[in-house]
């Protein structure tokens, strides 16, 4: 799937560079966007070292193991595969949790835990599980229920109006992705054994 | 009453990570007497090795994603559908912003800057661009982060699944910023 997005986006880049007389802009982008993301990648790591520490904390102090077990009934509906006590559903609470209240630099670190314990359960281990699946789609979709703060400085007083139309279209996106996940999960063409 | 309740929203945000960072510490040193700081290094020598992991996922991803920007193949294609979409009622004015949006997080907020300048905070267009930004996230990237960290190469349906939810999540933002403040 990827490898044809991937292709496809820079192919049809190429072709649309041309056509419109853009193509020196898109290698200037190739180049810059290579460093940009170096300098992303680099740029985590302090506040990866940051939230990875406190996490080792929260896990040996059993604060993970306390929270997972608390949302139980919803996790296990959404990650049938992961053991309920497993670490990964403490981090992937703690992932979303930092999402809803709009806490993005905490959300990624404790977001890549979760996939990190989400890999010592996948057997294969260039392919994504179903709970790696629908632990992304979920990402991807934003749970956020506070208007991120860069929204805030733009609207002035006019974002207290969306606060409320956020929260339903989040909901509408993010039920949406798990609808997706569960349908597609099913489906030959997405299986484990013919994935790409 | 909606004021109210975003207002201390906002304002009590700013305090959950402080609180975070020393209550977790706080809990496992007294309670349950953990060596809280072996056990922060422990935990914070993942961050660098995580980090360099990442970086050749995200090249691939940044680097499609900055050609398909650059090129104007997202200008010829809103030709394309502006006027399927607005049949719909979908405003062409936010079009850009809801293809931006899975693409570029720097990008879909420069989109919602221009919408903010061109028509005013007050209009409906800033509020479903608005409610857009906020709604999403930026797909492309967060694939390339989250399955980068582990080394996984095959996403199967994950960004299908994802690049479905954005586009009820944009068609949701305007029909319910319709209802709610048309």
């Given amino acids: 799937m990827l490898n044809y997005i991937w292709f496809g986006m820079m192919a049809i880049s190429v072709v649309a560079g041309i056509f419109t007389g853009r193509i020196d802009a898109v290698t200037d982008a190739a180049i810059n966007m290579s460093k940009v993301a170096v300098e992303i990648s680099i740029g985590l790591i302090g506040i990866m070292a940051l939230w990875l520490g406190i996490m080792k904390i929260a896990e040996a102090s059993g604060l993970i193991r306390i929270i997972a077990r608390g949302l139980k009934p919803i996790t296990i509906r959404l990650f049938p595969d992961v053991p309920a006590d497993h670490p990964a559903i403490g981090s992937i609470v703690l992932n979303m949790s930092a999402n809803m209240l709009g806490l993005g630099n905490a959300a990624t670190p404790l977001g890549l835990k979760a996939m990190e314990e989400l890999q010592e359960l996948n057997p294969k281990k260039d392919t994504a599980t179903n709970a790696m699946v629908m632990f992304l789609a979920i990402n991807t979709s934003s749970v956020q229920i506070i208007v991120p703060a860069t929204v805030v400085a733009l609207m002035g007083a006019a974002a207290s109006q969306i606060f409320l139309t956020t929260i339903f279209a989040t909901l509408a996106s993010t039920i949406t992705a798990i609808i997706m996940v569960k349908l597609l999960e099913k489906m030959k063409r997405f299986s484990v054994e013919n994935a790409s | ?182």
Wanted: with cysteine; net charge neutral.
């Fill in chain 2, 1 to 182: 009453m909606i004021e109210s309740i975003v207002g201390s929203l906002n304002a009590g945000s700013k305090y959950i990570i402080p609180l975070l960072l020393v209550g977790i510490p706080m809990y496992a040193i007294t309670i349950r007497k953990v060596k809280v700081y072996e056990v922060f290094v422990e935990g914070a020598k993942d961050g660098f090795t995580i980090a360099v992991r990442i970086i050749p996922y995200l090249v691939a991803i940044l680097v499609a994603v900055g050609m398909f920007r650059a090129s104007g193949a997202l200008d010829l294609l809103l030709n394309f559908l502006a006027p399927a979409l607005s049949l719909i009622g979908f405003p062409p004015e936010n079009l850009p912003l809801a293809m931006m949006r899975p693409l570029s997080g720097s990008g879909s907020l420069g989109l919602l800057t221009d919408l903010v300048n061109e028509h005013g905070a007050d209009s409906l267009y800033a509020k479903i661009g608005a409610t857009m930004f906020g709604s999403s996230e930026t797909t492309f990237y967060v694939l390339a982060v989250y399955f980068g960290s582990v080394g996984l190469t095959r996403s199967r349906h994950a960004l299908i699944a994802g690049l479905t939810a954005d586009a009820v999540g944009a068609l949701s933002a305007v029909y319910i910023c319709k209802l709610m403040l048309g």
